[in-house]
């Protein structure tokens, strides 16, 4: 079970397939827009009815591109989950009706751990950020950095809380309606915390080690790939590819932008000024280009397309993030909103990227500079290849399979 963009539902696509191929029945639980990303996986699909775009492209859902700090995104976003919570619900409660175990992303771990619970199925949790409260970074959610062990656990555990405050006015009635007794916000976290409820993380430990003061249960499993056996690139790709040197990737996956004609023109001055070609693709934020140097696309696999690449210019969501390590290429990240600026920072601290270009202080000069040095310093190259065959070799669906079957024994 699963909400949000694409991003939060391509992973367990993959993780979904391993899980069918060892014996088991897989459902995907997420909107209804993303089914087309199950098609040959094995997986089957239920529908959740919110449409994650429409909600991003609503009056509401546009401040979200109007605010510039963690804290207000996570304010607006908050707000946005509250209202379409109660929509979910009853989607989430016929899904979970036909099910032996519930396998929960974070961001509905709150109300699918109700339903498990009222329903007295195991479950656990399969979450693609580190969302535990540490001392050792400060929650992705907010950007991530070091603002000191104690601070950084304290605002971890504010987001944890605040979290459970998204789902205040849905849990209750979740609650009642399976017969539980009424608790207070928040207790049900700790109860899961003292009960070392098993979260398993999708990312790799050489990208994020596991917290040394993570509590017992929370695992870091590796990378779950999306589904995508026998991705090919269409052929007008084939062709740009083939025309000259390896072009740059761009790419905001479903950030949406204030003014992607501004944005779009910022990043074709920068590439034609460091002298790289462009794949630029469309997404969520409507980005675009022409020119016989330039290649505007829509939905591509990234495990495709990466590969050929100089460097990837993108949002750093995790999803992105990710496949960029996973094929081995430089990075310049561009980070847009919430766990961007943790995945951007984290790029940079392993050699892979020459500096974070956050969206808000683009500019034609300060991209194109990080550009060049990603392309011409073979450092970056050589770094982010390292550790690309290094990744590829995990298998970070394994652990995952060993606690499902421990839970369905």
């Given at each position: 079970m699963t909400a949000g963009s694409r991003g939060d539902a391509a992973p367990y696509t993959g993780l979904g397939h391993r899980l069918a191929l060892a014996g088991h029945e897989v459902t995907l639980v997420t909107h209804g827009r993303f089914e087309p990303l199950v098609?040959?996986?094995a997986v089957r699909f239920h529908a959740l009815p919110v449409d994650p775009l429409a909600e991003l492209r609503s009056p509401r859902g546009r401040g979200l591109g109007r605010s510039t700090s963690g804290?207000?995104?996570?304010?607006?976003?908050?707000?946005?989950?509250?209202?379409?919570?109660?929509?979910?619900?009853?989607?989430?409660?016929?899904?979970?009706?036909?099910?032996?175990?519930?396998?929960?992303?974070?961001?509905?771990?709150?109300?699918?751990?109700?339903?498990?619970?009222g329903l007295r199925l195991p479950s656990l949790g399969?979450?693609?950020?580190?969302?535990?409260?540490?001392?050792?970074?400060?929650?992705?959610?907010?950007g991530g950095g070091a603002w000191g062990g104690p601070v950084n656990?304290?605002?971890?555990?504010?987001?944890?809380?605040?979290?459970?405050?998204?789902?205040?006015?849905?849990?209750?009635?979740?609650?009642?309606?399976?017969?539980?007794?009424?608790?207070?916000?928040?207790?049900?976290?700790?109860?899961?915390?003292?009960?070392?409820?098993?979260?398993?993380?999708?990312?790799?430990?050489?990208?994020?080690?596991?917290p040394g003061d993570w509590r017992a249960g929370l695992e870091v499993s590796g990378y779950w790939w999306p589904y995508d056996t026998g991705a090919r690139l269409p052929g007008v790709v084939e062709e740009f590819l083939d025309a000259g040197p390896p072009p740059v990737f761009v790419g905001l996956g479903s950030a949406t932008v204030p003014d992607?004609?501004?944005?779009?023109?910022?990043?074709?001055?920068?590439?034609?000024?460091?002298?790289?070609?462009?794949v630029i693709q469309r997404g969520w934020g409507g980005l675009a280009a022409d020119g016989d140097d330039m290649l505007t696309i829509g939905e591509v696999p990234h495990s495709a397309l990466f590969g050929r690449m100089a460097a990837v210019i993108h949002h750093a969501g995790a999803g992105t993030?990710?496949?960029?390590?996973?094929?081995?290429?430089?990075?310049?990240?561009v980070p847009v909103q919430f766990d961007a600026g943790f995945w951007s920072a984290r790029l940079v601290a392993l050699g892979v990227a020459p500096a974070v270009v956050p969206l808000r202080r683009l500019t034609v000069d300060g991209l194109a500079s990080a550009l060049v040095r990603a392309?011409?310093?073979?450092?970056?190259?050589?770094?982010?290849?390292?550790l690309g065959a290094r990744i590829r070799e995990e298998d970070g669906t394994a652990p995952v399979l060993t606690a499902l079957d421990r839970l369905a024994g």
């Open positions: 098609t040959g996986s804290a207000g995104k996570l304010l607006r976003l908050g707000d946005l989950a509250r209202r379409t919570a109660g929509q979910l619900t009853e989607a989430l409660l016929a899904a979970a009706h036909r099910s032996d175990v519930l396998l929960l992303s974070a961001s509905l771990a709150p109300l699918g751990h109700a339903i498990a619970e399969v979450y693609l950020q580190p969302v535990a409260a540490t001392r050792e970074f400060a929650p992705p959610v907010l656990h304290l605002a971890g555990q504010g987001v944890s809380l605040a979290v459970e405050q998204v789902f205040a006015g849905t849990v209750p009635a979740v609650r009642e309606r399976l017969g539980l007794p009424r608790v207070r916000t928040g207790a049900a976290r700790r109860a899961r915390e003292r009960r070392h409820w098993p979260v398993h993380h999708g990312f790799s430990p050489l990208v994020v080690p596991r992607a004609r501004l944005l779009s023109a910022r990043v074709v001055a920068a590439l034609r000024r460091a002298g790289l070609r462009g993030t990710a496949a960029g390590l996973r094929a081995g290429v430089p990075a310049v990240p392309t011409r310093d073979a450092g970056y190259r050589r770094r982010a290849d390292a």
